[in-house]
């Protein structure tokens, strides 16, 4: 988490103290992910892992890659499956919210979770899904995905980091979800209004 922070908010971006704190980010996220797995299929199954996993990692993954794919121009197999993995997973996680909902009632939290985190998921795939479909990408395109991606990404290790240490704050059981959609609450606007300057510096009209 720190060093996601550190490499949004420190450095110039593309310079060589962002790249490198940047690599320490997606290595430590992808630890986390390993971590999570082994835990879930050997220890406890935890749902809270598994999403923060799933989610955490494909938009470091997906950040990291399209940087990759921005000099080759050339989409491997490996981005596309992860797509579509992570796709099903949000749309499964939906299905399970609407489940809860049904089954628990309209009061149940995890059920709201689980809709939210399913639809922004599967929603980011996607994204990237149909971005790769794209013969012409729009000017600076690769930009405002690697923003979009990691920031998303550290959102995740924000809201990891809240719902595990939810005691420290003092927030009561029934208010819990607060740790859950807070970052993005806050994150989400932040991203847009970064998203408007660039596109501001860069000349670049908002695709449709």
């Known amino acids: 988490m720190a060093s996601g922070l550190m490499a949004a908010f420190i450095g110039k971006k593309g310079g060589k103290l962002h ?3 940047g690599k320490v980010f997606f290595w430590s996220m992808f ?11 050997f220890i406890r199954f ?20 399209v940087l990759k794919i921005k000099k080759t121009l050339k989409v491997e197999w490996y981005d ?11 749309l499964s996680l939906f299905i399970i919210g609407i489940r809860l909902l049904i089954l628990n009632g309209t009061q149940n939290a995890m059920g709201y979770l689980c809709l939210f985190f399913g639809f922004f998921t599967a929603n980011t795939a996607w994204l990237n899904f149909k971005g790769f479909r794209k013969k012409e990408q729009p000017k600076m395109w690769w930009w ?35 740790l859950w959609v807070l970052p993005a ?3 989400s606007p932040l991203i847009s209004y970064w998203a408007r300057k660039y596109r501001q510096q860069f000349g670049v009209v908002r695709s449709k």
């Open 19 to 21: 790249k490198q704190v």
């Open 31 to 41: 630890w986390i992910f390993i971590s999570a797995l082994l835990i879930i299929a």
């Open 46 to 65: 935890n749902f809270f892992l598994l999403i923060i996993a799933v989610f955490s990692f494909y938009m470091t993954f997906s950040g990291v890659r």
């Open 80 to 90: 596309w499956a992860a797509s579509v993995i992570t796709m099903l997973f949000g």
């Open 144 to 178: 405002f995905a690697h923003m979009n991606s990691m920031c998303g990404a550290l959102i995740a290790s924000i809201t990891a980091f809240l719902v595990q240490n939810g005691e420290i704050f003092g927030i009561a059981d029934r208010m819990n979800w607060l």
């Open 185 to 187: 609450a806050i994150g």
